[in-house]
């Protein structure tokens, strides 16, 4: 049990950062141009906003939404309480969640591999990004027959599949959009609050990745809040130290991606049925990320070796 718990938390801490690699170079950028004492209110009291606010919160809402015959308080109460009638609801909307998160995580694997500009690992990489306007019929593909299989099962099942869809289209918005608001707030004369307020929506949308993601590991919401919470500081660590470190890595960003593709893959295969053992998830993250890093290192080491 203690093993099993560990694994669990620090996957879901290990994910939260990988998904959050984004947020934090954006969040990095923009705190450059505000003053220290600004910087130091966005990094202590937006930790705790990011921790005890959004990634607190949205786990019981996202239960609460695929347990609609529960109050949000019935639902607060089954997260840290053993009420048999309660955890019952809990475990039948299971496949929901699964399904919902499974579908809205490949979606962002998926606009990444055709979409996003990105440091190619592989060649086939960057023959899929030249063939970008294939991802809207692969997406519409995909959520047809994930709504066929899934009418086959339980019609509302078709449903958590159309908000997991729904949920990506509107996210993948604010993203997108973050990007052209960055270069704005980086020749801007916006106020440091004004900023700061900005930086808090934005990492209010990215961090929706990590908490439907963290479904792929547990259903445990006590789980949920510790592992994403933790994941959660050491993004914000990484914002005041680590971003030159990271863009050093060149294909930890696909590493990321494909972990979240996997993970994705999985959250559906397991709300139709299908049985993983706990530590799939977390193993198959870190070996994606492992795999990763090691060709950002070894990219690393031949730029810097001088031509004999």
């Known amino acids: 049990m203690f093993w099993s718990t560990l694994v669990v938390v620090l996957g879901l801490c290990l994910f939260e950062v990988i998904s959050s690699i984004d947020n934090a170079v954006v969040n990095a950028h923009v705190l450059k141009t505000m003053p220290e004492k600004y910087r130091k209110i966005f990094l202590f009291w937006g930790l705790i906003f990011a921790v005890f606010v959004v990634r607190g919160l949205l786990p019981f809402i996202i239960v609460w939404i695929a347990n609609p015959d529960l109050s949000i308080l019935q639902v607060i109460s089954a997260a840290f309480s053993n009420d048999p009638a309660i955890r019952h609801y809990l475990e039948e909307s299971k496949p929901l969640l699964l399904l919902g998160g499974g579908i809205y995580l490949f979606l962002v694997f998926l606009s990444w591999l055709f979409l996003e500009e990105k440091k190619y690992a592989f060649l086939a990489e960057g023959f899929i990004h030249r063939q970008g306007a294939w991802f809207y019929a692969l997406a519409s593909l995909l959520t047809t027959g994930v ?19 729904s949920a990506f289209f509107i996210t993948d918005g604010f993203k997108k959009n973050a990007e052209e608001k960055e270069k704005q707030l980086l020749g801007s004369n916006m106020s440091a609050w004004s900023k700061i307020l900005y930086l808090e929506v934005l990492d209010a949308s990215f961090s929706i990745d990590g908490v439907i993601g963290a479904f792929a590991f547990t259903v445990s919401i006590p789980l949920i809040l510790l592992g994403n919470g933790l994941g959660a500081f050491v993004v914000r660590e990484m914002t005041i130290r680590g971003i030159d470190l990271i863009t050093k890595f060149a294909y930890l960003k696909n ?12 959250m559906i295969m397991e709300s139709f049925g299908k049985e ?18 090691f060709m950002s290192v070894r990219a690393s080491k031949k730029a810097v070796t001088p031509i004999q």
């Open 147 to 165: 709504v066929y299989f899934s009418l086959q099962h339980d019609p509302i099942l078709a449903l958590a599949a159309t908000i997991g869809v």
């Open 255 to 266: 590493g990321a991606m494909y972990a979240i593709g996997i993970l994705g893959a999985i």
């Open 276 to 293: 993983f053992y706990f530590w799939v998830a977390p193993l198959s993250m870190v070996i994606f990320l492992g795999l990763f890093l």
